[in-house]
């Protein structure tokens, strides 16, 4: 397959790909993984605040090794800094401003992606289950949800495909998907993904080749 | 007037134990987690409980010392990933785990301390987590009925606590601990200092000692990092 050949965008460059649909004054909620990465490519230009569903908005970066705080972590458990603008709140309120449609975008991880926007990424039966922490509640409140994973699984099956196979985390939720070959977006939730960018040496052949969704060609 | 503090764990969870009770605990993973209070839960061994926490701690720490102790027979929780034997014992067959979705969780804890035996949310909706529960339109759009969580006893974990029970928690060790003071028949809290009497600008009570029927100063502060994460000094 395809797929298994062609590299692509690397995990920095995804989480950079991100960065960029950030705007002046968002307040974003980044998931655990690669899109945490994304804090560190937002452009200085703009402001945005971090938020945290553990209930902490403003994350600093992470602390000097003499400031280490045990109560001041993220939604990772990592320990983290404060910033002058944090403030904290309770779990009921953090969930309540993402539930509520108070945050602009979370960026989140994905095992699959269907066309009709439908994500998996909390359970794969047979397997220990872990259970789905707050992502359930992220792609049900935020306003826009952008998904970072790889275009194929580590077998070569495609992740982008007709329907998920994997017990879903939300239907029709998915607004943009970065994968290591390309960028997919869609114009709202009533739309289909259409192909916006290639990833450097990857052809639109290769993604055909190695995509299940059907998508739009921009 | 009643007195509130007690001289220690075992004392202020005397007559509030019994076997296949309902716990609910406060904490994010093992960040504002009643330390002490979960040594005299194993120390009173009382069992067959069902603990409502968003997490289930990690081997041998938090919530982990109950489950080595098999004295757990059900977890409510969004997230147990951290726990070996706690895998080991759900796939065994011996311990029973309600998933439910993180917001979702603080909401039921947050309604069944405030009266409301449910709600509706759009989380979850055409998932596993709705499966059997009751679904409604609203505008067009349809939400999934969630319930209301009230526990026979409440533990939480705070900074600062007096004598009237009012509590103030510090940085993200808030997290699930106000609800979880609310949704409990009785409420004990352990705090890491004993304010005298008029110390708190009543602003910065987080929570009234209304919900806080028992409390005791925290003698377990360990507050363990799971992913202790740093930077270097810029140049």
Known sequence: MIGRTVRGWTREDLAARAARELRDG?????????????????????????????????????????????????????????????????????????????????????????????LANWMVPGRMVKGPGGAM????????????????????????????????????????????????????RQSPFVLKELAPGVSREDVRACTEAAYGEA | ??????????????????????????????????????????????????????????????????????????????????????????????????????????????????GIPGFYTRTGVGTLIAEGKELKEFEGESFVLERGLVADLAIVKARRGDRYGNLQFHKSARNFNPMVATCGRATVAEVEELVPDGWFDPDAVHTPGVFVQRLILATSNEKRIERRTVRQEEA
């Open chain 1, 26 to 118: 968002f307040y974003v909620n980044l998931g655990i993984g690669i899109p945490t990465l994304v804090s560190n490519f937002i452009s200085p230009d703009i402001d945005v605040t971090l938020q945290s569903e553990n209930g902490m908005i403003g994350l600093g970066p992470y602390p000097l090794e003499d400031r280490v705080d045990p109560d001041i972590i993220n939604a990772g458990k990592e320990t983290v800094s404060e910033l002058t603008r944090t403030s904290y709140v309770s779990s009921a309120d953090s969930f309540g401003m993402i539930r509520g449609g108070h945050i602009d975008v979370s960026v989140l991880g994905a095992m699959e992606v269907a066309e009709d926007g439908n």
């Open chain 1, 137 to 188: 509640d992220l792609v049900a409140g935020v306003r826009r949800i952008i998904v970072l994973m790889d275009h194929v699984a580590k077998d070569g099956t495609p992740k982008f495909r007709k329907t998920c196979s994997l017990p879903l985390t939300g239907r029709n939720v998915v607004d943009m998907l970065i994968t290591n070959l390309a960028v997919f977006e869609r114009a709202d």
């Open chain 2, 1 to 114: 007037m009643a007195e509130k503090i007690f001289d220690d764990a075992r004392s202020a969870l005397a007559g509030l134990l019994f076997d296949g009770m309902t716990i609910a605990a406060g904490g994010f993973g093992l960040c504002g987690i009643p330390e002490t209070l979960i040594d005299a839960l194993v120390e009173a061994g009382v069992g067959n409980l069902t603990i409502i926490s968003n997490n289930a701690g990690v081997d041998n720490f938090g919530l982990g010392k109950l489950l080595r102790t098999h004295q757990v027979k059900k977890m409510i929780s969004s997230y147990v990933g951290e726990n070996r034997e706690f895998e080991r014992q759900y796939l065994a067959g011996e311990l029973e785990i309600e998933f439910c979705p993180q917001g979702t969780l603080a909401e039921r804890i947050r309604a069944g301390g405030a």
